[in-house]
């Protein structure tokens, strides 16, 4: 029972493995039993949220902080199987095989959380990661210049190099502690925290991590798998990779590496750069999703500024923060999936008078995007408030304005598409036709930014109780 | 917690917060542009009346927090929801529910468009506007501080004029810009006080350098909402390109939470630093009373011109807050008040001209009195009032402004003095032209003069325009004890100051 989400992630994956044989293919057969298995990873997820355990020689470890993760990313998957349904940027003859692979990247994800254990970890990682790394080049060859393929072999290519970090990483814990286990290495560094070798070991490890959460200077991948990714895939990758990430950069804050002012300079010098950097780059963007990208490495960000309280107030506020991010970008993402006619990429203007277009699909933009930009009363501001809260109480001044400041410069952006939505007129764009499930994930999404914002209290007290857990 | 006199019965103030809110959501379901006329105008008359309990109820002797609600938000950050209101804000409320249903009336042809959205906009503003002037919570205030920026943009963006795109842009980045410091400072006070209960965070002893910090953070917000010289430029344009509904609600309320922002939090939260900065302040103020009268004075759209009139006004209004006697402040408070009237109705005035001529140009409507002479009657006691001739509203409030700086510094009160003159000389080039023009008018004789409803509309301003002018006692009475509460705490709070530094010396 405790890992009956995994579980259902391989059920889907095999599933579609079995359809995937099929000679010949019902499209709305597939679409439908990828919601359906959409649901019951998030129901096991549900379920199995209350579970605790310790699985296969105590490299597996069920806890509230790995179920609180799993049933975010159990959500967030539901919600991309519900607005991607329809796969307009996949060929349909290999839409079985995409879902094979979206699950096991979701399993991937779902295992990372809970691995305790170096080589379990890993494993995890490359299960997510190579899932996605073949997610990206499926997008069909609309354009003619083949730019999906050039975003896998760059997705690749990077990942790759973020993991090979991580490893050499993990190889020096191993050869400093001899143990894989996180329980193990823990104690066994603090007796010899004094050593470089153990600061640039744990910083090594989370490089790889950086990796996925898009900060700089492991940010480059970014605009261009963004853009090169189908808009389904993006929405996939812009959100749950990065729950994952989070949930990997706490356990491994926990480790004592000896020098923690470094480490929290180091974290302020990449907080700032990636704040600016994305928010600097996304001012000039035309394509939504190349700016929604660089807007993700400014919110990253914003998550280090948790991360380098180290501090368990601090951990909790960037699980909020991080999962209001999420919620906020697959709100976007509905959108962008919808709005697109034929899986296209869609310049900012192409959303001009959606208004009138999709009233409900607008709205959820504009909420979105207000919620992205840190105005009040949506998750983004609050999580803003309490990052800079914690932050300033350490005593980061500079970082904190410097931060607000940023808040300053991405409204900028963000309102130019809610401009487009709102005031530009449609100029004989065609209506947006959407079936209701997908607009109730949408209005779902909105409620939640908005009581995520409005009431926020239950949510830090969970994510707080779950970091304590593995402190 | 012992200066909220918490209210037992019925929660009156939440329920002004949250019955347009709730009126909102309402338009989600019924969406016919009908039926969202009638009910907004329904909802915000309804918040008009609630208020009236609260004039009836407020206790004038006592500077405490009245009808005040606390509840608990977010416990880990100590952060609560509490409302309240005393002499300095209740006149605010007020104001701001009554100028509402108004702003729906004067809607009611102009806008044809997306009717319910904008009505939407409206009441979700009407909730962010009153929480702003109630709230005693410092994050709770920045929320709905913050938050207006949304529907207030869209009334801009949506409904606005021809650069509607521009102005709306420069609105919300000017302000969201000045409001991020805001922000810093509210989290350092928390962090200094372990609350954000704004009362508690006043008249402590913080050092003069994080005084002095928070002040100019504090200040940079509030003077880019009054907005002082030199922090004006987005007005102007905002103004301008606003629909008539939008422009009384930023001109009438909007602008005076700068000024309320100011006496609530500069004063009490950072006392040294306001008497360090008072001066400049001052002179800033000057400037932008003698600035917003030049540039009034050479405008050709009307719109523009009582933009540009409006920073003249709000030039008086920061300089009665930070000549700090109790004059002074209440003239402020007044006239706060006053310019929300008056202004209002002269933005409404324009509008009614645009409706007709869709034109805001002087030259366009000149001579329009001759076939429009309820609207040139209404035009004209508007004007008066906007220069402060005696007998109308703003004369009692520049009197005691004026009095309250000779108090203070008599070169400071002459300063003033030809900012009055220019606000007689633009009003009166507004005027002539608008009602009389010259022998070459163009034909207006197809225009039509006010309807019922339209008369509807400025007639309680013009009660109000009379009744504060020719009796403003009753005013005076509701903002006199917190005022003079806060100046002696003010004041006291100096004077220990004074006293600690000759036992040091």
Request: with cysteine.
């Amino acid at each position: 029972m405790a890992i009956l989400p995994e579980l259902a992630l391989i059920a889907g994956a095999l599933a579609f493995f079995a359809l995937s044989l099929c000679k010949t293919l019902d499209s709305t057969q597939v679409k439908n039993s990828a919601v359906l298995f959409g649901f019951i990873t998030l129901i096991s997820a549900i379920i199995s949220y209350n579970q605790q355990a310790t699985m296969f020689y105590g490299s597996y470890e069920i806890d509230m902080y790995s179920q609180l993760f799993k049933l975010i990313i159990g959500f967030a998957l539901c919600v991309v199987l519900i607005f991607g349904q329809n796969l307009k940027g996949i060929d349909e003859s290999i839409r079985p095989e995409y879902y094979i692979f979206l699950f096991l990247s979701g399993l991937g994800l779902m295992m990372l959380v809970s691995a305790v254990e170096l080589i379990t970890l890993f494993v995890s990682l490359e299960l997510s990661s190579f899932a996605l790394y073949l997610l990206v080049p499926m997008r069909d060859d609309r354009t003619g210049v083949r730019q999906q393929m050039e975003a896998g072999i760059k997705y690749i290519l990077f990942g790759v190099l973020a993991t090979g970090f991580m490893l050499f990483g993990m190889s020096y814990l191993f050869g400093l502690t001899g143990s894989t286990y996180i329980k193990d290495i823990v104690p066994a560094l603090e007796s010899i925290s004094s050593q470089p070798a153990v600061f640039f070991a744990v910083l090594m490890v989370l490089g790889g991590f950086f990796y996925k959460l898009a900060v700089f200077p492991m940010h480059f991948w970014v605009p261009d798998i963004y853009e090169g990714a189908s808009n389904e895939t993006t929405g996939f990758i812009a959100t749950v990779p990065k729950l994952g990430a989070v949930a990997l950069l706490i356990r491994f804050m926990t480790l004592p590496t000896g020098q923690p002012e470094l480490l929290v300079n180091l974290f302020i010098v990449l907080a700032l750069c990636s704040m600016f950097y994305g928010n600097l780059c996304a001012l000039v963007q035309k394509d939504i999703k190349r700016m929604l990208g660089f807007s993700g490495i400014s919110h990253a960000g914003f998550i280090l500024l948790g991360l380098l309280t180290m501090q368990a107030g601090g951990y909790a506020t960037a699980i909020y923060y991080i999962t209001g991010y999420v919620l906020m970008n697959l709100a976007c993402f509905l959108v962008i999936s919808n709005v697109s006619v034929h899986g296209e990429n869609l310049k900012i203007d192409d959303l001009n008078g959606l208004h009138k277009r999709q009233p409900v699909l607008a709205f959820v933009l504009a909420v979105s995007l207000f919620a992205l930009g840190g105005i009040p009363p949506m998750v983004g501001f609050m999580g803003k408030f309490m990052l800079l809260t914690g932050a300033l109480k350490l005593g980061h001044l500079t970082l904190v304005i410097a931060a607000a400041f940023n808040t300053a410069i991405a409204i900028y952006y963000y309102l130019s598409v809610v401009k487009a939505a709102y005031t530009a007129d449609s100029e004989e764009r065609e209506n947006v036709e959407v079936n209701s499930l997908i607009k109730a994930t949408g209005v779902v999404l909105v409620l939640l930014i908005l009581l995520m914002g409005t009431l926020p209290s239950k949510f830090v007290a969970i994510a707080d109780t779950a970091v304590r857990t593995i402190m | 917690m012992d200066c909220l006199l918490i209210n037992e019965g019925f929660p009156l103030l939440s329920f002004l917060i949250f019955l347009p809110l709730a009126g909102a959501f309402v338009l989600f379901f019924f969406s016919s542009e009908s039926f969202a006329r009638l009910w907004t105008l329904a909802v915000t008359t309804l918040a008009a009346l609630a208020t009236l309990p609260l004039i009836s109820g407020f206790d004038t002797t006592t500077a405490k927090y009245q009808f005040a609600e606390a509840h608990t938000w977010i416990p880990q950050l100590n952060i609560n929801y509490i409302v309240g209101v005393d002499g300095i804000s209740i006149l605010l409320v007020i104001l701001t529910t009554f100028i509402m249903p108004l702003c729906v009336l004067a809607s009611w042809k102009y806008i044809k468009t997306r009717v319910t959205a904008f009505m939407f906009c409206l009441l979700i503003m009407e909730t962010s506007m009153l929480g702003v002037f109630m709230s005693l919570d410092f994050v709770l205030f920045y929320v709905l501080w913050e938050f207006m920026l949304i529907p207030m943009y869209m009334l801009i963006a949506i409904w606005g004029g021809p650069r509607k795109i521009y102005a709306s842009i420069k609105f919300f980045l000017y302000t969201l810009a000045g409001s991020i410091l805001l922000l810093v400072a509210i989290i350092a006070l928390y962090l200094k006080n372990g609350s954000c209960f704004i009362p508690d965070m006043m008249w402590q002893n913080y050092s003069t350098t994080f005084q002095i910090l928070v002040f100019l953070a504090f200040f940079l917000a509030f003077a880019i909402k009054v907005p002082m010289f030199p922090f004006h430029t987005w007005l102007p344009a905002a103004h301008v390109e606003a629909p008539t509904a939008g422009s009384v609600i930023l001109a009438s309320v909007l602008l005076k939470m700068g000024t309320y922002g100011m006496l609530r939090f500069c004063l009490p939260i950072t006392p040294e630093a306001t008497f360090a900065l008072a001066p400049y302040i001052l002179w800033l103020s000057i400037a932008g009373i003698i600035y917003g009268g030049f540039t009034a004075l050479a405008q050709n759209d009307m719109k523009k011109l009582i933009a540009y009139s409006s920073v003249g006004h709000m030039g008086f209004v920061t300089l009665g807050i930070f000549v700090l006697n109790t004059r002074g402040v209440e003239g402020a408070i007044i006239q706060m008040i006053n310019h929300g009237v008056t202004t209002g109705a002269l933005f409404l005035c324009v509008g009614m001209i645009y409706e007709r001529t869709h034109s805001r140009e002087l030259s366009v409507a000149q001579g329009c009195g001759k076939y429009m002479p309820w609207y040139a009657t209404f035009l004209v006691i508007f004007s008066l009032s906007s220069f402060g001739f005696p007998g109308t509203n703003s004369f009692i409030g520049e009197f005691l402004i004026i009095a309250g700086a000779f108090e203070f510094n008599k070169t400071l009160a002459l300063a003033s003095i030809p900012g009055a003159v220019l606000a007689a000389a633009y009003m009166l080039r507004m005027l002539q032209k608008v009602v009389y023009g010259t022998e070459n008018n163009p034909d207006q004789s197809h225009l039509k003069d006010l309807s019922v409803r339209e008369i509807a509309v400025l007639t309680p301003f013009l009660i109000f325009v009379f009744w504060i002018g020719l009796g403003p006692q009753p005013f005076m009475d509701i903002i006199h004890v917190s005022v003079a509460n806060l100046l002696d705490q003010l004041h006291g709070w100096q004077q220990a100051q004074d006293v600690a530094a000759v036992f040091l010396q």
